[in-house]
């Protein structure tokens, strides 16, 4: 019998099985379900892959998670930039009040003197920052930070990814908070979501009480000719597929794909992003410079890290007691991750662990697929896959099947939207 086959059991496959009302089939080549949304226990520990909160705006989608978790806790965010060892309340261009008084003359001077340059988010992101923000911002916190986050040349990469996920004060409020403490909440993640037990792979949990997943089952092979799937060792006919890895795989995985789609595939770059979960043991808790600090930003370059999380501060449940559970973020463009064998040895040096604590375990997760890199060729590249694809009724969604910077509520809407469209169709 035919059926929809969904390639990937993470969250937008999981919800995308999850909606749909005609057969189907989750392909998952992991032997659990989860993808990037897994959380892993050691020593007490509850781990994700990397900082796995949840935003939400959309009250249906909450209610839809919370069920499904067991039950979520709403968070007022605490993070902070970590600069010249001193820390300024995220986002960095609305609370320069707290730079030291040199920094901070930069940073207003920089604002006052922007050309006047009509900004775009098609511009490359080096000059829309100095167009958005001024000269000093970018400087000290757009430029750095993001060069190490993206790992790629910030004169090659648009701002499109930008949107909601970077705040925009007016220049008003900008010169502003160098003299008076900002009172707004930048962002969208200005508050955010995490499951009360189990991190976010309660959520996955949730899912997979109401679905069917066949684990340890890789798709190698997508013959469009004669709509068939093949693993390792079945074969799967199928109606549509909804594919929700990464999109260059699924490319190669599709048998006699033309040419121009085979280019377009190899023209789309992404981040590739360890994280290092480190589990510690201390009877005095976590240190003071992490107090009630939910994740740090760190744009210089002493730092071979650009963030670090601290999950108990999520979540007292992650860590046992008198202990704290923190993730360390590393960026690369080819999976070489320089210094990050040092990681623990930087964090005390830093301050952030102390000499005394005990490291109780420490969990490396590497993620070949992390941050889409938004350049030239994305945009009509996608258009060719796309195109390609929607006329061999494969539908490719989620964060690293559309390519696309997204967030675990669009993801949901989105293999919902694509569910219902297939629901819809003449069998």
């Known amino acids: 019998m035919k059926k929809t086959v969904i390639i990937g059991a993470g969250i937008s496959g999981l919800c995308a099985a999850y909606f749909l009302k005609k057969p189907y089939v989750i392909l998952e080549q992991k032997p659990y379900a989860g993808g990037l949304c897994a959380s892993f226990y050691e020593n007490g520990f509850t781990f994700d892959c990397s900082g796995h909160f949840i935003h939400i705006k959309d009250e249906n989608i909450k209610n839809f998670v919370s069920k499904l978790s067991g039950g979520i806790d709403e968070i007022s965010r605490n993070a902070s930039i970590y600069l010249h060892k001193r820390f300024i309340p995220y986002p960095f261009q609305a609370n320069l009040y707290y730079l030291d008084e040199k920094t901070k003359k930069e940073c207003v001077d920089g604002i006052l003197k922007r050309k006047n340059t009509e900004v775009s988010a098609a511009m490359p992101f080096a000059d829309w920052s100095e167009a958005m923000f001024g000269k000093g911002i970018s400087k000290y916190f757009m430029k750095p930070y993001n060069q190490k986050l993206w790992s790629y040349d ?16 007016d220049a008003q409020s900008i010169v502003k908070s160098a003299y008076s403490k900002n009172k707004v909440r930048y962002g969208y993640n200005s508050v955010f979501y995490y499951p009360k037990q189990n991190g976010c792979k309660a959520l996955i949990d949730g899912l997979v009480r ?5 684990l340890g ?50 023209k789309l770059v992404c981040t590739q992003v ?10 005095k808790g976590a240190p003071e410079i992490l107090k009630n600090r939910h994740w740090i930003y760190l744009p210089e370059t002493s730092f071979s890290f650009y963030r670090i999380g601290v999950y108990s501060n999520v979540n007292v449940n992650s860590a046992p007691d ?7 973020e590393f ?7 320089k210094n990050s064998e040092n990681v623990i040895k930087d964090l005390i040096k830093a301050g952030f662990i102390r000499k005394d604590d005990e490291i109780a375990c420490v969990n490396i997760i590497d993620m070949p697929y992390a941050y889409v890199v938004f350049d030239k060729n994305r945009q009509a590249s996608l258009e060719i896959i ?21 967030f675990i509520e669009k993801n949901i809407k989105d293999a919902k939207n694509t569910a219902e469209k297939i629901n819809r169709s003449v069998a």
């Open 274 to 283: 360890r994280c290092v979960n480190i589990g510690v043991k201390s009877s």
């Open 386 to 406: 796309n195109k390609f694809l929607n006329e061999n009724e494969i539908f490719s969604i989620g964060r690293y099947g559309a390519w696309e910077y997204s």
């Open 331 to 337: 960026s690369s463009a080819a999976g070489k991750y």
């Open 210 to 214: 109401k679905v069917k997943i066949e």
């Open 154 to 169: 910030l004169k090659k990469m648009t701002a499109e990814w930008s949107g909601a996920f970077v705040p925009k004060p």
């Open 217 to 266: 089952e890789k798709a190698s092979k997508i013959d469009i000719k004669n709509k068939t799937v093949y693993t390792q060792n079945k074969r799967y006919k199928y109606d549509n597929i909804i594919s929700t890895q990464g999109l260059p795989g699924l490319i190669k995985q599709i048998s006699n794909v033309p040419l121009s789609v085979k280019e377009a595939a190899s």
């Open 322 to 328: 008198k202990s704290y559970g923190l993730y360390v």
